[in-house]
């Protein structure tokens, strides 16, 4: 019975992603549909796409595997530089690699998480901080023109800062050895997500 329990939980991860995967429209948060009133259609964009909830979990379950010093500082450092690709993307500065940034940061998180791999603070942060770009970006390029870019950017960096600490909640939840496997089947589950985008 114990070892029928964990293959009726992967059976229902992978019927969640087939789902995902024939409804598009709740995989990418980047389609520009929501409510249009400033604060909660930023807050609300983050949640509407699987790329990005993933995303945000596994940077929260990536940081609460570092050290305990810096387990904030891995979330801060992306909803800052978030915040300013967001900017970038009001003002409709191009960047190319955006989309791309997008992908690869659930490839990449998830195989992180998948390895259990810790990498130098410096390589840490500048991962991070791209991938935060390429998400900010990502969120103020589809900023309707008619609502406040402020009330916008605080409702999408509170949601990802939120999703953040799920993830870092998980992370502690799962702290005990026999439950971290869970951890790593979150990551394989994540990048193999995006390895599912890069290929449409």
Not at 120 to 132: D, M, Y
Request: hydrophobic share 55%; with cysteine.
């Amino acid at each position: 019975m114990k070892n029928l329990i964990p293959q009726l939980k992967f059976l229902q991860l992978s019927f969640l992603v087939i789902a995902f995967g024939i409804f598009p429209s709740l995989v990418f948060a980047h389609n520009g549909a929501g409510p249009h009133n400033g604060w909660l259609h930023g807050f609300s964009h983050p949640l509407n796409g699987l790329d990005h909830v993933l995303t945000m979990i596994a940077v929260g379950l990536w940081a609460a595997q570092t050290h305990s010093r810096i387990i904030w500082l891995i979330p801060l450092i992306f909803v800052t530089v978030m915040g300013f690709g967001g900017l970038l993307g009001m003002i409709s500065l191009p960047i190319a690699f955006a989309e791309y940034g997008i992908t690869l940061s659930l490839i990449v998180l998830g195989a992180l998480l998948a390895c259990r791999k810790h990498l130098p603070l410096s390589a840490s942060i500048t991962l991070v901080g791209l991938f935060a770009l390429s998400h900010g970006y990502a969120h103020g390029s589809e900023m309707p023109q008619s609502i406040s870019m402020f009330s916008y950017a605080g409702g999408f960096m509170l949601a990802t800062m939120l999703l953040h600490l799920c993830g870092i909640g998980l992370a502690l939840l799962f702290r005990n050895p026999a439950r971290a496997n869970w951890v790593r089947f979150s990551g394989i589950m994540i990048a193999f997500y995006g390895g599912f985008l890069l290929a449409q």
